[in-house]
Every structure is written in structure tokens, then in C-alpha cells.
T-cell receptor, first 114, second 113 residues
Framework: AQSVAQPEDQVNVAEGNPLTVKCTYSVSGNPYLFWYVQYPNRGLQFLLKYITGDNLVKGSYGFEAEFNKSQTSFHLKKPSALVSDSALYFCAVRAPGSNYQLIWGAGTKLIIKP | DAGVIQSPRHEVTEMGQEVTLRCKPISGHDYLFWYRQTMMRGLELLIYFNNNVPIDDSGMPEDRFSAKMPNASFSTLKIQPSEPRDSAVYFC???????????FGPGTRLTVL
């Protein structure tokens, strides 16, 4: 079965430190991968996506993600965390040949401490 | 562009009442999605439309739920009759194409008493 896993419910990082939010997937074929962020009482906002090409993708707010096909991972990273990065982060994947449905991870709560 | 617009932002109703949620997608976007978000089940796709035509409604939980898209700029999600377990945040999202990212509205927080 096709799936997306975000193995950490919560990630705590000190402000200024690098952060990583993990995502692994299980789909057949070459996936399309997405990261979204949700601030409290707001809708999800698109951060970045990987379709093809360079494995390192840069997105909004200084975030980047690296596609690793051998490890079937698409971890979200930022070199220096800000308190304002505190939010809920979702990974999503669209499998080729699917009916366009995105498969969503359960979300990871990121807490940046001053 | 104003982004995806949803109304109402909050809805409190009593069990058995009809609830109608509304969505205006971003102009020019051909895809429209309805999602439900709860703590227990996370983000669930209920139904999506392409060019106003429902493509996949397999996520609609029961016959009590129905969705329409009479034109490219308006969609509704209706629950009749509503039940307490329908309490959730309902999001509408639109996308310009099948390979593009989705743009979400602010959501409607539904509480069924």
C-alpha cells in the first residue's frame, strides 16, 4: 500500500540551530513530493515540492528538502531555526498513475524555543 | 488574488441540522478539493473536482455528505443531517493543474452539538 510516514509527532529545536523534519514514503514509481506548513487556526501553505531534477529543493522561508530515492525519504531542513517557524508541518506524496490524490503524512509539530 | 475563500469561518449547529459550507477557488484553477481535518484522523480528502466535475468522492464518509460545484467559482459541501462526529475543520483547496501544488483556504471550523 502507498503511504507517507512522518515518524516524529513533535520536534523541539533551539532558535538558531539547524532543524530537520523527517518524511519517508512508500509508493511505486517516481513520486511527486510536497511539504506544507500549517500555522494555528490557518489553512495549509505550500512550502516546496520535488517533481524531478536536482535532489535538493529550495522553498519558502529558507526551507529546503532533499529527495533521497534509495532511502525513500524527503526530509525538510533549515540551517537556522526561527521561533516563527513553530508550526505543524505536513509531507505529502502523489504516486504516478494515481487519480491525483495526495497521500498525506500525519504531521509533525515543530517547536522552536528561544 | 484573494486566495481561496471559505465561508463561514465558524459554524456551530445542533445535531440534525443541515450545514452548508462554501468555497470560492482561485480564479483559473481547474481543480478543487474538500478536506476534513481532525485530531484523531488527521487530514482527509473528501472529494475533488476537475473543471466542475466530481472526479473522486470515495472519501465522503456517508450519504449525509454531498458536494456540488455549479460553476468554476463556487462550490458547496453540505451535511444533512449533521452529527456531533462531524465536528472538524473543513478545508477547501484549489490547484491550477494536476501536477501543481494546492492552495488552501482558511477553513471552516464546524461544531455540532
Amino acid at each position: 500500500a502507498q503511504s507517507v510516514a512522518q515518524p516524529e509527532d513533535q520536534v523541539n529545536v533551539a532558535e538558531g540551530n539547524p532543524l530537520t523534519v523527517k518524511c519517508t514514503y512508500s509508493v511505486s514509481g517516481n513520486p511527486y513530493l510536497f511539504w506544507y506548513v500549517q500555522y494555528p487556526n490557518r489553512g495549509l501553505q505550500f512550502l516546496l515540492k520535488y517533481i524531478t531534477g536536482d535532489n535538493l529543493v529550495k522553498g519558502s522561508y529558507g526551507f529546503e528538502a532533499e529527495f533521497n530515492k534509495s532511502q525513500t525519504s524527503f526530509h525538510l531542513k533549515k540551517p537556522s531555526a526561527l521561533v516563527s517557524d513553530s508550526a505543524l508541518y505536513f509531507c505529502a506524496v502523489r504516486a504516478p498513475g494515481s487519480n491525483y490524490q495526495l497521500i498525506w503524512g500525519a504531521g509533525t509539530k515543530l517547536i522552536i524555543k528561544p | 488574488d484573494a486566495g481561496v475563500i471559505q465561508s463561514p469561518r465558524h459554524e456551530v449547529t445542533e445535531m440534525g441540522q443541515e450545514v452548508t459550507l462554501r468555497c470560492k477557488p482561485i480564479s483559473g484553477h481547474d481543480y478543487l478539493f474538500w478536506y476534513r481535518q481532525t485530531m484523531m484522523r488527521g487530514l482527509e480528502l473528501l472529494i475533488y473536482f476537475n473543471n466542475n466535475v466530481p472526479i473522486d468522492d470515495s472519501g465522503m464518509p456517508e450519504d449525509r455528505f454531498s458536494a456540488k460545484m455549479p460553476n468554476a467559482s463556487f462550490s458547496t459541501l453540505k451535511i444533512q443531517p449533521s452529527e456531533p462526529r462531524d465536528s472538524a475543520v473543513y478545508f477547501c483547496a484549489s490547484s491550477p493543474g494536476r501536477y501543481n501544488e494546492q492552495f488552501f483556504g482558511p477553513g471552516t471550523r464546524l461544531t455540532v452539538l
